[in-house]
């Protein structure tokens, strides 16, 4: 008995770190831990009312994840999202998800006419809300759902880990403009279109298009705000 409870107590311990990464993540997402922010495990603690040891462990897990990131004398702070690594990340997203399509397409495209439509019904749904984790959560459940009928696992195992930080990469770019979710979901119905026609061509290239899209307008606003930043940073040197 003493086995069990021991057991049942690190499962708990287990679920309340997962709860406290998740809060911490989502917060991130959504833009009220901004890049840069310091994390201060006291004050994280009280704020979601328990002890330090699950936000310490929490914070470790979200640094090895490349979410936060270690600052001389400022301890973890909040990872900078780099144009350099965003365009590096939709480079091979958009080759996986041009190829995820095809094979959909391909393969199961009677599967995706009777499961797909909710999909886009949940992403349209979504948009309506306002909800930007609402948003995010529709946009990787199609994508999931395309990498599942692609019946491929090869490419559902490649994708996964990186999801972190789509859902970052996401939730900056709806929340700076009003106008992209509306564009993500029409292009998202179309790729689906494609998939239940078994058009594997045309599934392919809307699905690169689609991603070559988002990273074009993301990376060009990182990268102005990266000059920004350095031109603010030189000109601090040269004032001293």
Same mark, same amino acid.
């Given at each position: 008995?003493?086995?069990?409870?021991?057991?049942?107590?690190?499962?708990?311990? +287990?679920?309340?770190?997962?709860?406290?990464?998740?809060?911490?993540?989502?917060?991130?997402?959504?833009?009220?831990?901004?890049?840069?922010?310091?994390?201060?495990?006291?004050?994280?603690?009280? !704020?979601?009312?328990?002890?330090?040891?699950?936000?310490?462990?929490?914070?470790?897990?979200? $640094?090895?994840?490349?979410?936060?990131?270690?600052?001389?004398?400022?301890?973890?702070?909040? #990872? =900078?999202?780099?144009?350099?690594? /965003?365009?590096?990340?939709?480079?091979?997203?958009?080759?996986?998800?041009?190829?995820?399509?095809?094979?959909?397409?391909?393969?199961?495209?009677?599967?995706?006419?009777?499961?797909?439509?909710?999909?886009?019904?949940?992403?349209?749904?979504?948009?309506?809300?306002?909800?930007?984790?609402?948003?995010?959560?529709?946009?990787?459940?199609?994508?999931?759902?395309?990498?599942?009928?692609?019946?491929? =696992?090869?490419? /559902?195992?490649?994708?996964? =880990? +990186?999801?972190? +930080?789509?859902q970052r990469i996401m939730g900056?770019?709806?929340?700076?403009?009003?106008?992209? =979710?509306?564009?993500?979901?029409e292009e998202h119905a179309a790729?689906?279109?494609?998939?239940?026609?078994?058009?594997?061509?045309?599934?392919? $290239?809307?699905?690169?298009? +689609?991603? #070559?899209?988002?990273?074009?307008?993301?990376? !060009?606003?990182? $990268?102005?705000?990266?000059?920004? #930043?350095?031109?603010?940073?030189?000109?601090?040197? /040269?004032?001293?």
């Open positions: 008995m003493a086995s069990d409870a021991k057991s049942r107590a690190s499962v708990t311990r +287990h679920r309340l770190v997962e709860q406290v990464y998740e809060a911490i993540f989502n917060e991130i997402t959504e833009g009220r831990l901004a890049p840069g922010t310091r994390l201060i495990q006291d004050e994280l603690a009280e !704020a979601y009312g328990v002890s330090r040891q699950p936000v310490q462990q929490a914070l470790l897990l979200l $640094r090895n994840h490349g979410i936060v990131r270690d600052a001389p004398r400022r301890g973890l702070i909040v #990872s =900078p999202l780099e144009a350099s690594f /965003v365009h590096n990340f939709y480079e091979v997203r958009g080759v996986l998800e041009g190829l995820t399509s095809r094979l959909a397409a391909q393969r199961n495209p009677e599967r995706a006419r009777r499961e797909g439509p909710p999909l886009i019904a949940a992403g349209r749904a979504a948009i309506a809300s306002g909800s930007v984790s609402q948003l995010i959560a529709a946009d990787i459940a199609f994508h999931r759902f395309l990498g599942e009928i692609a019946d491929n =696992p090869i490419i /559902v195992e490649t994708v996964t =880990p +990186h999801f972190n +930080h789509l900056e770019v709806l929340r700076e403009d009003e106008t992209m =979710p509306g564009r993500i979901w790729i689906l279109e494609a998939v239940m026609a078994g058009d594997g061509d045309r599934a392919d $290239r809307l699905a690169q298009q +689609h991603i #070559s899209r988002a990273a074009t307008v993301f990376v !060009a606003r990182l $990268r102005a705000q990266e000059d920004t #930043s350095a031109e603010e940073t030189r000109r601090r040197r /040269v004032s001293r």
